[in-house]
T-cell receptor
Framework: GQNIDQPTEMTATEGAIVQINCTYQ??????LFWYQQHAGEAPTFLSY????GLEEKGRFSSFLSRSKGYSYLLLKELQMKDSASYLC????????????FGTGTQLKVEL | GAVVSQHPSWVICKSGTSVKIECRSL??????MFWYRQFPKQSLMLMAT?????????EQGVEKDKFLINHASLTLSTLTVTSAHPEDSSFYIC???????????FGSGTQLSVL
């Protein structure tokens, strides 16, 4: 299978910065996505990386290193509403454009 | 962004009955839609890829006779859970792309509870 690994849980303080890591098998890589999912709701798109480097979008940034099979999602100026599950998803060639999701990282933001 | 509508949002049914879930792309045509299942505190597991005008492609371990998928038009895909049992209780989510290699847009999900 195409394993995608993320930490299961993380806790951070309001106003702080948190980095959520994701590693994946490099063979056939064709793009990486980050989604945010609140409990009982559908995932919402955060970012997309297909080339190496950092993509910044407001308080959220995502980094990709294709050679290392590694990505991270960086959340700055954390707010309570950022408490959610963050899903790393990878598209592999030959997979018909489907996404394979990691197990998700449950982030808890505390005061 | 593109809008994907899914309904019902939740359904409770008796064991042995069938349940149909609809997924519509409202402002774009989706030749491919994806159906995922998610158990509590777990990630999304792809069940099948729904292709307009052809048979769905099911992931390993997913029973095609139990989870019937129909993609009759470029804007509508349906998932029917046949003879539902309590172990089928889960959150079912559909998604669609606006084009090849584009991001997925998700429906709002359907929480199925089988009694």
């Amino acid at each position: 299978g195409q394993n995608i690994d993320q930490p299961t849980e993380m806790t951070a303080t309001e106003g702080a910065i948190v980095q959520i890591n994701c590693t994946y098998q490099t063979s056939g890589f064709n793009g990486l996505f980050w989604y945010q999912q609140h409990a009982g709701e559908a995932p919402t798109f955060l970012s997309y990386n297909v080339l190496d480097g950092l993509e910044e979008k407001g308080r959220f940034s995502s980094f990709l290193s294709r050679s290392k099979g590694y990505s991270y999602l960086l959340l700055k100026e954390l707010q309570m509403k950022d408490s959610a599950s963050y899903l790393c998803a990878v598209r592999f060639t030959g997979g018909g454009n489907k996404l394979t999701f990691g197990t998700g990282t449950q982030l808890k933001v505390e005061l | 962004g593109a809008v994907v509508s899914q309904h019902p949002s939740w359904v409770i049914c008796k064991s042995g009955t069938s349940v149909k879930i609809e997924c519509r792309s409202l402002d774009f045509q989706a030749t491919t839609m994806f159906w995922y299942r998610q158990f509590p505190k777990q990630s999304l597991m792809l069940m099948a890829t729904s292709n307009e005008g052809s048979k769905a492609t099911y992931e390993q371990g997913v029973e095609k006779d139990k989870f019937l998928i129909n993609h009759a038009s470029l804007t509508l895909s349906t998932l029917t859970v046949t003879s539902a049992h309590p172990e089928d209780s889960s959150f079912y989510i559909c998604s669609a792309q606006t084009g090849t290699n584009e991001k997925l847009f998700f429906g709002s999900g359907t929480q199925l509870s089988v009694l």
